[in-house]
């Protein structure tokens, strides 16, 4: 049981450059989300996919798109990355059921854009 | 909309003395409460939460955490740091209704644990 795993670890890319973070979950969860974490601002929410076949922007989803590939995949892609996109990227997820609350999160993936 | 604020960008404590790590909310209602842990170069681990029930909840590594309804306030602590206990922690909150239970985090903390 791996839980929540993400790849890649780590990437540079260029400006104008795009690419796709991957996240899959082996715990059979309905809710799957992406966050970025910043210094000193916490983890923001960029999407958000509440079950199979929905998916909602959060509170940072500008140069984002997010595709809830089946229940286990959820995949982030920046389209033409900006320097301003460098970040820790988070993949989690959750049961979905009414009484859970908690988030389980993956390694996380560096990426840095020059 | 709800927010989280953490007190103190960086703590400091010695090896033995007590750890507390401050948390306020903002909410209209008061949402579900949540603290988490990340060690170095990993993903964020739940150390404890409030949900319903009793006020004064207990977590992994001997965390516990006190609602307080009056003060808005989730504050964690430990009686005993250990060298262990260095990481940053993260307060969060999700609301108390609806379907996709995101969570709104407050900066962090980071908690340096001196011999």
């Known amino acids: 049981n791996a839980g929540v795993t993400q790849t890649p670890k780590f990437q540079v890319l260029k400006t104008g450059q795009s690419m796709t973070l991957q996240c899959a979950q082996d715990?059979?969860?309905?809710?799957m989300y992406w966050y970025r974490q910043d210094p000193g601002m916490g983890l923001r929410l960029i999407y958000y996919?509440?079950?199979?076949?929905?998916?909602d922007k959060g509170e940072v989803p500008n140069g984002y798109n997010v595709s809830r590939l089946n229940k286990r995949e959820f995949s982030l892609r920046l389209e033409s990355a900006a320097p301003s996109q460098t970040s820790v990227y988070f993949c989690?997820?959750?049961?979905?059921?009414?009484?859970?609350?908690?988030?389980?999160f993956g390694p996380g993936t560096r990426l840095t854009v020059t | 909309a709800q927010s989280v604020t953490q007190l103190g960008s960086h703590v400091s404590v010695s090896e033995g003395a007590l750890v507390l790590l401050r948390c306020n909310y903002s909410?209209?209602?008061?949402?579900?409460l949540f603290w988490y842990v990340q060690y170095p170069n990993q993903g964020l681990q739940l150390l404890l939460k409030?949900?319903?029930?009793?006020?004064l909840v207990k977590g992994i590594n001997g965390f516990e955490a006190e609602f307080k309804k009056s003060e808005t306030s989730f504050h964690l602590t430990k009686p005993s740091a250990h060298m262990s206990d260095a990481a940053e922690y993260f307060c969060?909150?999700?609301?108390?209704?609806?379907?996709?239970?995101?969570?709104?985090f407050g900066s962090g903390t980071q908690l340096t644990v001196l011999p």
């Open positions: 989690a997820s959750r049961t979905g059921t009414e009484n859970s609350y908690e988030q389980y």
């Open positions: 715990m059979n969860h309905n809710s």
């Open positions: 996919s509440a079950s199979e076949g929905t998916t």
């Open positions: 909410s209209s209602v008061p949402p579900y």
């Open positions: 409030y949900t319903t029930g009793a006020t």
């Open positions: 969060a909150v999700t609301p108390w209704g609806g379907s996709a239970r995101q969570l709104t």
